[in-house]
């Protein structure tokens, strides 16, 4: 801009054809532009009145897109996109105790953990994800896998009663994942939470003594809970109780608590969740692969129950993609309930954005597009052939295998993908990994 002009100098501006918010509710803009300062979300207006108010660094024109929120994949296990494709078509006992428990004893190190978080990072980026949340091994690695990508990130370090190539015990996962949240306290992308694997892999005694450092700490909690039947049985059988009675009892269950699946719900398990305000984690796409079971997402969310969505591992997926994964829980949803206006398109939206930052406690700062949050924003290109015509944007988003049109990515304002070319991670570099990993487990 030339001197004597009373505009106001900022870092980026968003011009877009369409914006949808995703607060206020149920909104979309047109022709509207997102002004962008020091990574946070300054003013959004009318593109000829912001022209006329701000001039920026960097201006993008996207006359034929879609700007959303950046999407919040709320439970994955990164590195295991390395045993993508590995053994499917196996129920979750069968793969989980057969196929990737003992590939994982052979192959999981820091360097695999390292490569296959980075492979999903550049995975999700290209399918319009700008948060993940993980629970894996070697989590230090996880991070700075996540810190190259620009990514933001929730580190679920996992704790369970048997030893693995990360740890030895419950209280050896626990002392390294404090170490953990030390070394990344206040940290801008980066935020450490403790994952105890499952109930049935976790013992009273480190479950309680997680819920008392959680609560001190004010640190998420994400559990895999009633991902089957099975499970619920079986702990019934065993104990009287059902797994989430027993979570409840030992105090793990609060506004911190992330439940991964939930396909088993009576009406008191409703109850529970509403009286201690813990999240579900709906991972649909991962459950019906693994025959799990259907979490009941419109009773759930009815209830006011905060419903979020994740893709799970990509060995039981087997993508990353939660566009993906948004169209699978709206179709799921209304399957299940015998109701076509389940989990309507903006719900989808809501529950692949809001939700997710809510259930991992980051709702203050993303989730939504609205001044004073941080700038992580999605565009999707909606001019192929495949969209026309288009007479409601967000439907494309929710039903429309839309993943392959994202075409520029931001984290706190800063570029993870512009024109679908990836400026954060080397792209040939990630591929070579890939094959490398590949020829190692298959030889
Ligand atoms: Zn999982």
């Known amino acids: 801009m030339s001197q004597g002009t009373s505009t106001t100098s900022v870092d980026l501006m968003i011009h877009a054809r369409w914006i949808i918010p995703v607060v206020p509710e149920n909104t979309v803009l047109s022709d509207c532009s997102l002004v962008i300062d020091n990574g946070q979300i300054l003013a959004i207006h009318p593109t000829t009145e912001a022209k006329r108010l701000y001039s920026a660094d960097h201006e993008h024109h996207l006359d034929e897109h879609i700007v959303t929120p950046g999407l919040v994949n709320t439970h994955n296990h990164a590195a295991m996109s390395l045993l993508r494709g590995f053994a499917d078509d196996h129920p979750l006992q069968t793969w989980l105790e057969e196929h990737i428990w003992p590939t994982e004893a052979q192959w999981v190190t820091p360097e695999f953990v390292r490569d296959g978080t980075e492979l999903s990072a550049a995975e999700m980026i290209r399918s319009g994800t700008t948060t993940f949340a993980d629970m894996y091994f070697f989590p230090e690695e996880t991070a700075k896998a996540a810190l190259n990508s620009g990514m933001r990130c929730q580190l679920h370090f996992p704790v369970l009663d048997f030893p693995t190539a990360w740890g030895q015990g419950p209280d050896d996962y626990i002392q390294k994942g ?157 399957g299940v309930s015998g109701d076509a206006s389940a989990v309507d398109a903006h719900t989808a939206l809501r529950m692949a954005t809001l939700n997710g930052a809510k259930a991992l406690g980051m709702d203050a700062e993303i989730g939504s597009l609205e001044v004073g949050k941080q700038a992580d924003i999605t565009a999707i290109a909606v001019n192929q052939l495949e969209q026309l015509p288009l007479y409601n944007p967000v439907s494309a988003l929710s039903y429309n295998n839309i993943s392959h049109q994202v075409s520029h990515v931001w984290v706190n304002g800063n570029p993870l993908m512009e024109d679908r070319r990836l400026t954060t991670l080397d792209e040939h570099r990630v591929r070579e990994k890939a094959k490398y990993w590949q020829n190692r487990i298959e030889s």
Do not use: W
Request: proline share 6%.
């Open 178 to 334: 404090l170490a953990l949240s030390d070394a990344y306290r206040s940290h801008p992308t980066i935020n450490v939470a403790f994952g105890p694997h499952a109930p049935y892999t976790v013992s009273d005694e480190p479950l309680q003594r997680i819920a008392t450092l959680a609560e001190e700490m004010q640190a998420p909690i994400q559990i895999h809970l009633h991902e089957t039947a099975a499970e619920v049985s079986d702990a019934v059988a065993n104990t009287g109780e059902r797994p989430i009675e027993r979570l409840n009892r030992l105090g793990l269950l609060s506004p911190l608590t992330q439940c991964v699946h939930m396909t088993q719900v009576t009406a008191e398990d409703i109850e529970v969740l509403k009286q201690t305000g813990a999240n579900i984690i709906h991972c649909p796409e991962s459950n019906l692969k693994l025959a799990s079971g259907f979490c009941p997402v419109k009773a759930l969310l009815d209830n006011g129950i905060n419903v979020a969505l994740g893709t799970d591992g990509a060995a039981s997926n087997n993508d990353q993609d939660l566009f993906g994964e948004m169209r699978t829980a709206a179709l799921l949803a209304k």
